[in-house]
């Protein structure tokens, strides 16, 4: 599968922004979706993950209630809405995808056999 992200940008903070993974080459509903992030000088961390089917979601704590994972299978593409963005969320965010996984591995980067090449995400004070 093939995975392009965008919609990162450079925003204040409490502003919001919604970044998008675009999938191809494969039947998307059968993948595990995930989005990761690095920061400068900083390892890659997960920041949440969608399992098809049922859609079940997990996000790092320091999202969980302000970004909301979520998939749309017509358009083959996955969503990560950002609220309340903070600039401790500045980093590269990358979007991952594997064909199963099982949950204890959900978090773990090395799980994951494809990646989009990442978008900038900059958060101003």
């Known amino acids: 599968v093939q995975l392009q992200a965008f919609g990162g940008g450079l925003v204040q903070g409490g502003d919001s922004l919604r970044l998008s993974c675009a999938a191809s080459g494969e039947t998307f509903g059968r993948f595990v979706m995930g989005w990761f992030r690095q920061a400068p000088g900083k390892e890659r961390e997960f920041v949440a993950a969608m399992m098809w089917p049922g859609s079940s979601t997990y996000y790092t704590d320091s999202v969980k209630g302000r970004f909301t994972i979520s998939g749309d299978r017509a358009r083959n593409t996955v969503y990560l809405q950002m609220n309340s963005l903070k600039p401790e969320d500045t980093a590269v965010y990358y979007c991952?995808?594997?064909?199963?996984?099982?949950?204890?591995?959900?978090?773990?980067?090395?799980?994951?056999?494809?990646w989009g090449q990442g978008t900038m995400v900059t958060v101003s004070s």
């Open positions: 991952a995808a594997v064909p199963r996984i099982i949950t204890s591995s959900v978090r773990v980067s090395s799980s994951y056999d494809n």
